[in-house]
């Protein structure tokens, strides 16, 4: 029971963060058969309009211009490298990506230094399949990207992400022709006139939003928030309430199935 309470309260972190409250426990609950899936393709829902461009960009805190350099699956290299504790107890599909911050559309990244970004998705544990989310893919080593992300305070601001933050640039696009890229002069474009639905509002207002430690205006303090937000403490005190709502909801829940209410009954 403690276990499935601390899984709770990263999942409801990772549900304010991907701006989407229900997407983030959907990979958890799904199941596969060993050696009969090649490719495993999970719903990730959001709360925000992923066909609007203007409201892709204002719902997350960063948007840029990156360049893969390199590449660590999770489940693959677990016991072999050093990666967050969040992630180690989660224990789920997941790939950490190393990428040189090309150009910035929002947010400030350094571009003197490698920037982390952490991606919901990756090789199952076993190699039966690779784990994607809605329509996104995973990134590729040596490739151009618009990439969107928002920051946790879990391992003091590394970017991290669920499915479809991640568009290729057309074929030939690299930095030195950065311009002549659609999908980048598009997404400016957006960030000049980005908008955010109510919920994203609600969320924007009541929960904290991270500073990366690769921004310029980082300065090492532990869970640094971006102008604006709300302080890290205010964001917490929410979250527990959220995970105490959340509790109460799964204990009631659990009591209407012992008592064998069922169907619409177990809606009042």
């Excluded at 399949?129 to 920051?151: D, I, Q, R, S």
């Excluded at 908008?195 to 929960?207: A, F, G, K, L, T």
């Excluded at 964001?235 to 909801?249: C, E, M, N, V, Y």
């Amino acid at each position: 029971m403690k276990k499935q309470i601390k899984w709770l309260a990263v999942v409801i972190c990772f549900a304010v963060l991907a701006v989407g409250a229900i997407g983030g426990f959907q990979w958890w609950q799904h199941t596969y058969v060993p050696g009969k899936i090649e490719n495993l393709i999970i719903d990730s829902d959001v709360a925000f309009d992923r066909s609007n461009i203007r409201e892709c960009v204002g719902a997350v805190d960063y948007l840029f211009v990156g360049y893969v350099e390199k590449a660590w699956d999770f489940m693959q290299t677990k016991t072999e490298r050093e990666w967050p504790k969040y992630l180690v107890e989660l224990d789920g599909p997941c790939t950490e990506y190393q990428l040189k911050v090309v150009k910035n559309i929002k947010g400030t990244l350094r571009q003197d230094e490698p920037t982390t970004y952490y991606q919901q998705g990756g090789i199952s544990a076993d190699r039966s399949a690779v784990v994607v989310f809605g329509e996104g893919t995973l990134p590729k080593v040596g490739h151009y990207y618009l990439v969107w992300g928002t920051c946790g305070d879990f391992e003091m601001g590394e970017f991290i992400w669920g499915g479809n933050s991640w568009i290729e640039l057309e074929e030939g696009i690299t930095s030195e022709n950065l311009k002549n890229s659609k999908i980048y002069q598009a997404h400016v474009e957006a960030y000049k006139h980005e908008e955010r639905n109510d919920i994203v509002q609600s969320i924007h207002n009541n929960y904290a939003r991270y500073m990366s430690v690769h921004d310029v205006g980082y300065d090492g303090t532990p869970n640094k928030v971006l102008p604006g937000s709300v302080s890290h403490e205010q964001s917490k005190r929410r979250i527990a309430d959220d995970l105490k709502r959340a509790r109460q909801a799964e204990q009631a829940r659990q009591a209407k199935k012992a008592a064998g209410i069922t169907g619409v009954d177990a809606l009042n």
